[in-house]
C-alpha cells in the first residue's frame, strides 16, 4: 500500500515547483515581447504554440489523466496490476497520439484557420501554418510526459512531475538567446525548441518513474477491460476538455481580428497564470489522488477536510493575488513587459485584459477543488454537461460584445464562463454528502481572507499613489515595482494574522505530520 499523502506539503511542493516554472516561463515571454512585441511573427508563433497545448489539455492532462489517476491510484492502493495496467494504457496513448499527429500535419490550415480566422490574407496565416507543423510533434511527448506525470503524483512522488515544466521554459529561453546572438531567425528557432522540450521532458519523468519502480516500455496496446472502461470514462471527459478549449479558441478567434489582441491576451494571461499556476495546479495534482483513495477506503471524513483544507489554501493564496492584479495591473504590465517592440500602446490593451482576467481567477482555482469531487468518483459526465452550459455563456459573451468593446469581450467572457461554472458544480456537488460540504474551519477563514485581502488593497492605492512617477522612471521603475508588491504582500500577511485568516499553528502542525 503506498504512503498517505501529506496534503499541505504536497501542496507546498508542488506550488514551489509551479512557481520556478512559471517564472522562467515568464522570462521566456518576457524576452519574446522584447523581440518579438505583438507582430505577426508573435502572433503566429503563439498560435502555433496552442495548438498542441489545447490538443494536450483535451487528450492527456484533460480526459486521460482524469479517468487514468483515479483508476491507477486505486490499483495501487489494492495492488492489483498497476504496472501492467499503467503500461498498456501508455501504449495506446502513444498510438493514438502518433497517427492524430500526422493527421494535423496534413490538416495544418484548416487548424489555424479554427484557431484564427482572422490570420487569413495576411502574412500571419503562412507563418502560423509552418510553425504549426513543427510544433504540432510536442503533443506527443508532452501527452506521454502528463501520464507519466500522472503514475508518480499517484504515488506521492511530486517533484520531478512538477518540475518538467520548468525543462520547457529552460530550453525555449534558451532557443531565444542563440538566436539572438548567432543572428538568426529568431521565431524559427523558437518553435524548433517546442518538440526538443517535449523530448527532454519525457525523458524526465520517465527515468523518475522507472527508479520509483515503474519501468514503463511502450508496446503493443492490448484491449484489455479495463483500457476499456479508461476509454468509457474518459470520453466524456475529452468532450468535457473540449468544450474548455472551444473557450479559448472563441477568445481567440475574437482576438485575431483586433490586431495586436492576440498577443495582448496572451501576455495577460501569463501574469494571471502565475497565481493560478501556483495555486490550481498544485491543488489538482495533489488532491484527485489522494481524494480517490480516501473515498475509495470509504474515509468520507478525510475525503471532506482534504476538500476543505484544498479550497482554504486555494483561498489564502488566490484572493490577495486577485485583488493585487486588479488594483494594479498598469504598473505591474508596463514595468515588466515595455520594452524593445512592446510599446506603451501594448502594455495599456495588456493591463486592461489583466484586470478583467483577475476576476476570475478565485473561481479558476476553486474549480481545481470542486471537479476531483465527481473525478474521484470516476463521474466525468456531470462536468462536461456543466462545461457545456459554461461554453454557450462564454461563446454567447465574446461573440456578442466583440462588435461593443472590442478584443476585451474575449477576457470577459472567459471569466463569467468560470464563475457560471464553478456556481453549478458547486451546487451539484451537494449530492456527494459531507465530503462536498464547507466545515467550520472554512466557513470562518474565508470571510477574514477577504477582508485581509481588500485591506491589503487600499494599502496598494496608497503605496502606488507615493511612488507616483518612480513607477515609470527608467532604472527605478523596478525597485518602485519591487517596493510596491512587497508592501502589498507585508500588509496582507499583517492583517491576515490581526483578522486570524492564517492558522500558522495549524500550518506548522501539518507540515510536521
Do not use: C
Not at 171 to 189: F, Q
Not at 416 to 443: C, P, T
Request: no cysteine; charged share 15%.
Amino acid at each position: 500500500m503506498i504512503k498517505r499523502i501529506r496534503l499541505l506539503s504536497a501542496f507546498l511542493t508542488v506550488g514551489a515547483w509551479t512557481l520556478l516554472s512559471r517564472v522562467f516561463g515568464f522570462a521566456r515571454d518576457l524576452m519574446i515581447a522584447a523581440f518579438l512585441g505583438s507582430g505577426p511573427v508573435a502572433e503566429a508563433f503563439l498560435v502555433a504554440f496552442s495548438l498542441p497545448n489545447m490538443f494536450r489539455r483535451i487528450f492527456a492532462e484533460g480526459a486521460f489523466n482524469t479517468a487514468f489517476v483515479p483508476m491507477f491510484a486505486k490499483r495501487l492502493e489494492t495492488g492489483e496490476g498497476a504496472q501492467p495496467f499503467a503500461q498498456n494504457a501508455m501504449s495506446a496513448l502513444a498510438t493514438v497520439l502518433i497517427l492524430f499527429t500526422l493527421v494535423g500535419q496534413i490538416a495544418m490550415p484548416v487548424l489555424v484557420w479554427m484557431m484564427a480566422s482572422g490570420f487569413r490574407g495576411d502574412e500571419r496565416f503562412d507563418l502560423a501554418v509552418e510553425y504549426g507543423r513543427i510544433a504540432f510533434v510536442y503533443i506527443l511527448f508532452i501527452s506521454l510526459a502528463a501520464l507519466l506525470s500522472g503514475v508518480l503524483n499517484a504515488m506521492g512522488r511530486f517533484v520531478a512531475a512538477a518540475a518538467a515544466p520548468v525543462l520547457l521554459n529552460i530550453v525555449l529561453s534558451g532557443a531565444l538567446v542563440l538566436a539572438a546572438v548567432l543572428d538568426r531567425d529568431v521565431g524559427l528557432w523558437l518553435v524548433w525548441a517546442v518538440p526538443v522540450a517535449g523530448m527532454v521532458q519525457v525523458a524526465l519523468v520517465w527515468t523518475a518513474a522507472k527508479r520509483a519502480g515503474m519501468r514503463l516500455i511502450p508496446q503493443r496496446p492490448r484491449l484489455t477491460p479495463e483500457l476499456k472502461r479508461l476509454a468509457i470514462i474518459a470520453l466524456p471527459a475529452a468532450l468535457a476538455g473540449g468544450v474548455m478549449q472551444i473557450n479559448l479558441l472563441v477568445g481567440r478567434q475574437v482576438a485575431s481580428y483586433f490586431e495586436g489582441a492576440i498577443a495582448w491576451l496572451n501576455y495577460a494571461d501569463r501574469l494571471y497564470q502565475l497565481p493560478l499556476g501556483v495555486v490550481g495546479i498544485a491543488i489538482g495534482i495533489v488532491l484527485l489522488p489522494d481524494l480517490s483513495r480516501r473515498l475509495g477506503a470509504g474515509d468520507d471524513v478525510g475525503g471532506r477536510d482534504a476538500v476543505n483544507r484544498a479550497a482554504e489554501f486555494s483561498l489564502f493564496l488566490t484572493l490577495p493575488a486577485a485583488v493585487a492584479l486588479v488594483i494594479i495591473p498598469q504598473p505591474i504590465v508596463s514595468v515588466l513587459f515595455e520594452r524593445g517592440a512592446f510599446s506603451a500602446q501594448d502594455a495599456q490593451a495588456t493591463a486592461f485584459a489583466l484586470m478583467i482576467y483577475a476576476l476570475g481567477l478565485p473561481a479558476f482555482v476553486l474549480l481545481k477543488v470542486v471537479q476531483p469531487l465527481f473525478f474521484a468518483r470516476e463521474d466525468t459526465k456531470t462536468p462536461f454537461r456543466v462545461a457545456l452550459i459554461a461554453m454557450a455563456v462564454n461563446a454567447g459573451v465574446a461573440i456578442g460584445l466583440a462588435p461593443v468593446i472590442g478584443y476585451i469581450a474575449a477576457a470577459g467572457a472567459t471569466t463569467l464562463a468560470a464563475w457560471v461554472n464553478l456556481a453549478i458544480l458547486w451546487r451539484l456537488s451537494h449530492q456527494f454528502g459531507d465530503a462536498a460540504k464547507i466545515d467550520a474551519r472554512l466557513a470562518r477563514s474565508a470571510p477574514r481572507m477577504l477582508v485581509a485581502s481588500v485591506g491589503m488593497g487600499a494599502v496598494l492605492i496608497g503605496i502606488e499613489a507615493l511612488l507616483g512617477d518612480m513607477l515609470s522612471a527608467d532604472g527605478l521603475r523596478y525597485l518602485a515595482l519591487l517596493a510596491l508588491v512587497g508592501g502589498g504582500m507585508l500588509a496582507y500577511f499583517v492583517l491576515g494574522a490581526v483578522t486570524g485568516a492564517m492558522p500558522l499553528a495549524e500550518v506548522k502542525r501539518r507540515l510536521r505530520r
